[in-house]
């Protein structure tokens, strides 16, 4: 399979502790995108990569919040001392550089819960 | 800011029948891109219909087709002959021109019965 891979794709965590998402897009996709998901809502954007660039960070994406692609290729979305709000879908899409209407293409997301 | 909305939380049909899911979105922007993402149970989402908003003819794809009305910011999605295997949650997106991230609304749960 060559889509979007995901990594876990369930964590559970107690309130204060550190988790690290990983995201493996498609290959030959340059550009990656982090979104979130909570339950009964749609996708809301987190950030984006180009290459290894990090172009453009939400609001959403407090302090405590970091996410890096270091040689273009996997992305790691880090959340620091969990809170129970950060439950929720994390999701990672990816997309290939010279389509007018860019399509993303979504992994399956990582599911996490915070106790 | 874009906003998307989805007025329909939830949506059932009968299979074999015809079902239109509403979406309205509100911009200032001129050039954008809209877009369906189905999203079925404990699967990824994946790109049902995308529509460019340069273009007045409605996009279609199979037993999907959009009704595109940029003046009134609007941008529905009917699915013709349902199947058992459209149930999903589907998602209106928005893209500006010059952006990349997708602007989601709040999704509506197509139940088909059958």
């Known amino acids: 399979d060559t889509g979007v891979s995901q990594n876990p794709r369930h964590k559970i965590t107690k309130r204060g502790q550190n988790v690290t998402f990983r995201c493996d897009p498609i290959s030959e996709h340059n550009r990656l995108y982090w979104y979130r998901q909570t339950l009964g809502q749609g996708p809301e954007f987190l950030t984006y990569f180009q290459n290894e660039a990090q172009l453009e960070k939400s609001r959403l994406l407090s302090d405590r919040f970091s996410a890096e692609r270091p040689k273009g290729s996997f992305s790691t979305l880090e959340i620091q001392r969990t809170e129970q709000g950060d439950s929720a879908m994390y999701l990672c899409?990816?997309?290939?550089?010279?389509?007018?209407?860019?399509?993303?293409?979504f992994g399956p997301g990582t599911r996490l819960t915070v106790l | 800011a874009q906003t998307v909305t989805q007025s329909q939380p939830e949506m059932s049909v009968q299979e074999a029948e015809t079902v239109t899911l509403s979406c309205t979105y509100d911009t200032s922007e001129s050039d954008y891109y809209l877009f369906w993402y189905k999203q079925p149970p404990s699967r990824q989402m994946i790109l049902v219909i995308r529509?460019?908003?340069?273009?007045?003819q409605n996009a279609t794809e199979n037993r999907f087709s959009v009704n595109f009305q940029k003046a009134a910011k609007s941008f529905s999605l009917k699915i013709s002959d349902s199947q058992l295997g459209d149930a999903a949650m589907y998602f209106c997106a928005y893209r500006g021109q010059g952006a990349q991230k997708l602007v989601f609304g709040q999704g509506t749960r197509l139940t088909i019965n059958p």
């Open positions: 899409a990816s997309s290939l550089p010279g389509q007018s209407y860019n399509e993303q293409f």
């Open positions: 529509q460019e908003a340069y273009k007045q």
